[in-house]
């Protein structure tokens, strides 16, 4: 019964996010600053991760390639490969709800138990709208930047990585990455990273909306949003991939 | 003018208002006052439209407020000016983007002109050379003038302060409530103040509700609010000892 409520409540509150902004001008600030909190402040994290991702994804395959029947290249395919498919947008997503969805839930969540929202509220402004609109649409747009920004890194950081052990040469790993190469996988990856990055924001958004109590419950809201979020992503990445792929 | 007509609000089994009704007069400040539990706060959320009521009406003028949907009652919220407890000023913004943000998203005033009325209400609340700091980097007395500068940025109809001088010292919550009373009297609006300050019920209390139990108990003003033979009244009224001694002298 309480999931059926909570299902209710977020297509309630989504239904009121995705209304016209009162104002646009005051849509484009949030939306900018929205950019840089949950986007360009995230690029480091992305960066490290994704980059020595690749490097590790790159020395595992090397030395799981016994075989002298498989072509080095293998290494810059899988590589590629991976960080296309399953890395960049499943696993980097997973990384930001913990980043940009704690991050959500708890600025709302503060601005609920403080009565910033009562006061956008009785100011006549509608505050899902104006607060929950902003950060999807950021996520959405930005996010698939930082999935390509990954995906790039990642297979930097796997030639970096043969460049350094001597496990593959540069030219073989660069003519794995270029083979077998389909472009539907990076419209499979671009459609899933839209999805999560929809429901990061949203999920995250809503925990931090219904918040009740004080900063106990923030911090509650704030664990609840990520692991909502990564369930979710999980299960849509299943879903998805299903749907795509087979 | 707010007339408050026969409202009742339960939560759950729980009834928190009593068939209540009553006139927040214009150019007046009105304070609704009762020990904590009264249900002083769920009537200014009733009237503030944070809360629909269970029964009863809530007027503004001739417009029946509670009988109107969410997106209706904007109109009306776009009247009003509320002083939450805390402040309720956005983290994110300085003092100036604070008091400016009405203005931002309910007027077509250019920037120069959005700045000089920022000024003016940040000059008529004592509140100068604030404008670029971070609600964090100033004290709880100003905080509550900032909110009071933003409530009124818009020249509301209606003024709506939710225990306006809790967590401020005596000198400063004294300056608060005579702002609130000057500008009352300056603007004519209709304010309505929640609160269990007695030193604001005998400095402001022009028209005062004493609600017990979730029930109009007694109204009247300051002048004979001393004077009533109420006996939850007179237990709310000198329950502390500075109080007691005034009335024993």
Redesign the interface.
Known sequence: MKIIQEIGAYVWLMFQAFKRP??G??FRRQLM?DFQDLGTNSIGIVAVISLFTGAIIAIQMAYNIDSPLIPLKTIGFSTRQMMIVEFSPTIISLILAGKVGSSIASEIG??RV???I??L?????NPANYLILPKITASMIYNPVLIVFSIVLGIFGGWLAMLVTGLSSSVVYIEGVRSWYDPFTITYAMIKTLVFAFIIASVSGYKGFYVKGGSVEVGRASTQAVVYSSILIIVFDLILTQMLLT | MIEVKNISKSFADQQVLKDISFVFEKGKTNLIIGQSGSGKTVLMKCCIGLLDVDKGEINFGKTCFSCFSEKEKRKIQKEMGVLFQGGALFDSFTVEDNVMFPLNMFTKMSLEEKRERVNTVLKRVNLLNANKKFPAEISGGMIKRVAIARAISLRPNYLFCDEPNSGLDPKTAELIDELISDLTEEFQMTTVINTHDMNSVIQIGQKIAFLHKGELWWEGDKNVILKTDNEELNEFVFSTELTRRINRN
Request: proline fraction near 0%.
């Open positions: 009162d104002k001008k005051v600053m503060t601005m403080t009565e910033q009562d006061a509220k009785v100011m006549g402004i």
